[in-house]
């Protein structure tokens, strides 16, 4: 890319993280240094103020640079993660988003804990959790790789590396300084950023075709080297019987792994009441749907007008096919347009990368101080005391995060969050619901339903191609790969279930009725809730 590209786009990013900082900074001035203060910015959020913050959260770079690039590759096939995505957030409004406000203070172990013995729930919740987000994040950080190479003008090895270490650094300010009252304020500017270069890439994809659909399908078919067959299922999934199973995997992982992710349920608490959490999610779910069907568009205008062949040279995993489109809708390498487009894009995606690390690495150290922390030590231990505890985890989790993603760097960042997902299926999802809805769920129950999930799914994520066996694995000159599907949530996310079930059958623990009782008219009608 040429000088214009690189110092504008420097430029914009440079702006969008002085004005975060700013946020964090003016944020930590006010601040009072309590839990709630900083878990939940002391539920002081309206439901649009937040229905915002959780499309910031939840429209990753996964999203704006993944899924794009695998409808761009795939075709119909990459379009599907649009759809589990979007589909997912039903789920969330009809089974959890409410109930999850009533039951909960600060995060998903509060919901279990409430009718359990708290170490054994806290502790497993707690690690289950802290695994979704860090491989959630790596995803992020794959994706600030990705976008720098493309912008610097090459594939350097050193500029990776410090850009994923910068983005970490940065995580760790924003969370560290602000809580969570800076990191949703930070979403909230990032998703009004996303959706406005969404919608303005979607408005010159279309101009461009003259409002016709139906043309730029046939252009990116036409384009595509694959005919008619790029608009139908089975280009990435359809080969085998492995391959379909391995679509099926997925779509459960997508549509059940929302309910389940620890930096989603804990936007839920930062609302004053449960009816606010709820509208908060019917303005999430409207503000998502747009722009996933934005991002259907962008990945067909990326097939027809940049090409598959081009956005795999320049990202074999088709992460850098938006801004490759953002320079051909602007008037190409070298013009004026194109320059100031693709700088805005990559801008945008910086922001989008950085503030969605925030969300996550704020869920996990919760989970580290509020969860493990508060289970191992004396119970008589200060509120701040585990504040400053969560700080220190927020460093912990980057610096994993940031180890992992210069591992992974060559996996596409949507594929690598349909992992996230398929975890948060198996371990979190069974938990959650059987807390909810069933009577007789016991303490062994909640513990085995988590590990029974968890072990599983990252067992077989380790024994998959993802990590050895093909030309495309973490480890390509290796090969123990014995489970042939991609995503392990078709088995593991059963494994789950029926492990929560196993357990609590077994269990000699009598269920205690009354606090099930409780718990039941609690997360219904919001009495007693935090």
Known sequence: MTGDHQTLALFLFSAFVAVTLAITTWVSRNRHGSAEEFYAGGRLFSPMENGFAIA????????????????????????????????????????????????????????VAARMRERPVRIAAG????????????????????????????????????TVIGVGALMVIYVSLGGMRATTWIQIVKAVLLLGGTVALTALVLVRFHGDFDRLLRAAAERSGHGDAFLAPGLAYGGDWTSRFDFISLGLALVLGTAGLPHILSRFYTVPTARAARRS????????????????VLGFGAAAL?????????????????????????????????????????????????????????????????????????????????????????????????????????????????????????????VLLYSLFWCGFTTRGAVWAVYGGLVPAVVLVLLSPVVSGTPQSLFPGADFQFFPLQNPGLVSIPLGFLAGWLGTVTSPEVPDEAKHAETEVRSLTGAGAV
């Open 56 to 111: 910031g959260d939840y429209m990753s770079a996964a999203s704006f640079l993944g899924i794009s690039g695998l409808i761009a590759l795939y075709g119909y096939d990459g379009m599907l993660y649009s759809v589990g995505f979007l589909v997912a957030w039903l789920v969330v409004l009809f089974l959890v988003a409410e109930l999850v406000r009533n039951c909960g203070r600060f995060t998903l172990a509060d919901v």
């Open 127 to 162: 690690t289950s959790s802290v695994t979704v987000s860090v491989l959630y994040l790596v995803a992020q950080m794959v994706g600030a790789g990705s976008l720098v190479a493309l912008l610097l003008g090459g594939t350097t090895e050193a500029a990776r590396t410090w």
């Open 281 to 296: 999610v019917v303005w999430a779910i409207g503000l998502i749907g747009g722009f996933y069907l934005m991002t259907i």
């Open 306 to 430: 940049v090409g598959p062949d081009a956005v795999r040279a320049s990202n074999a995993a088709g992460n850098t096919a938006v801004p490759l489109l953002a320079l051909d809708l602007g008037g190409g390498a070298g013009s004026t347009g194109g320059t100031v487009l693709f700088a805005v894009v990559a801008a945008v995606a910086f922001a989008t990368i950085l503030a969605v690390v925030a969300g996550i690495t704020l869920a996990s150290s919760a989970s580290v101080a509020h969860d493990l922390y508060a289970s191992l030590r004396r119970r008589d231990a200060a509120p701040r005391s585990e504040v400053a505890v969560a700080r220190v985890a927020a460093v912990g989790t980057g610096a994993v995060a940031i180890a992992l993603g210069l591992l992974a760097r060559d996996l596409n960042v949507a594929f690598l969050v349909g992992l996230a997902f398929a975890v948060a299926a198996s371990a979190n999802l069974p």
